[in-house]
C-alpha cells in the first residue's frame, strides 16, 4: 500500500509558475513509476508528466512540453511537477499517481495503481 498526498496547487495568473509537491510513504519509493495527471470539469483525466523510478527517464504530453518538469526524490519520497509559463487551459484538480515500475511510459490513467486526493491549480487570464 502507498499513501500519497498532494500539495502546492493554487491561483496563479497565466504566464505565472508553480511547483506541485507528492510525499509518498508505505512501500519502498523506489519500487514506483510516478506520474502526474490531471482533470478539468467535464473533461477526462489526462496524462501530464512521468518519471522512471529511478529518476533518469521522464515524459511528458504535449501541451506541456517545454513547460513542465517532472522530477523525484528518493530519499525524500516526493515527486514534484514544476510547472512554468502557465496557460489558462492548464486549469484542472492535478493528481499524482504510482504504478509498477514497468508502467512508466503509460499514458492510460487505469494501469497506475495509487492516487492522491488531488490538488487544484486554477490559471487566470
Known amino acids: 500500500q502507498v499513501l500519497l498526498v498532494e500539495s502546492g496547487g493554487g491561483l496563479v495568473q497565466a504566464g505565472g509558475s508553480l511547483r506541485l509537491s507528492c510525499a509518498a510513504s508505505?512501500?519502498?519509493?523506489?519500487?514506483?513509476?510516478m506520474a502526474w495527471f490531471r482533470q478539468a470539469p467535464g473533461k477526462e483525466r489526462e496524462f501530464v508528466a512521468g518519471?522512471?523510478?529511478?529518476?533518469?527517464?521522464?515524459d511528458y504530453a504535449d501541451s506541456v512540453k517545454g513547460r513542465f518538469t517532472i522530477s523525484r526524490d528518493n530519499v525524500k519520497n516526493t515527486v514534484y511537477l514544476q510547472m512554468n509559463n502557465l496557460k489558462p487551459e492548464d486549469t484542472a484538480v492535478y493528481y499524482c499517481a504510482a504504478g509498477t515500475r514497468q508502467t512508466y511510459g503509460s499514458m492510460w490513467w487505469p494501469e497506475y495503481d495509487y492516487w492522491g486526493q488531488g490538488t487544484q491549480v486554477t490559471v487566470s487570464s
Open positions: 508505505g512501500r519502498a519509493f523506489n519500487d514506483y513509476a
Open positions: 518519471v522512471s523510478w529511478s529518476g533518469l527517464s521522464t
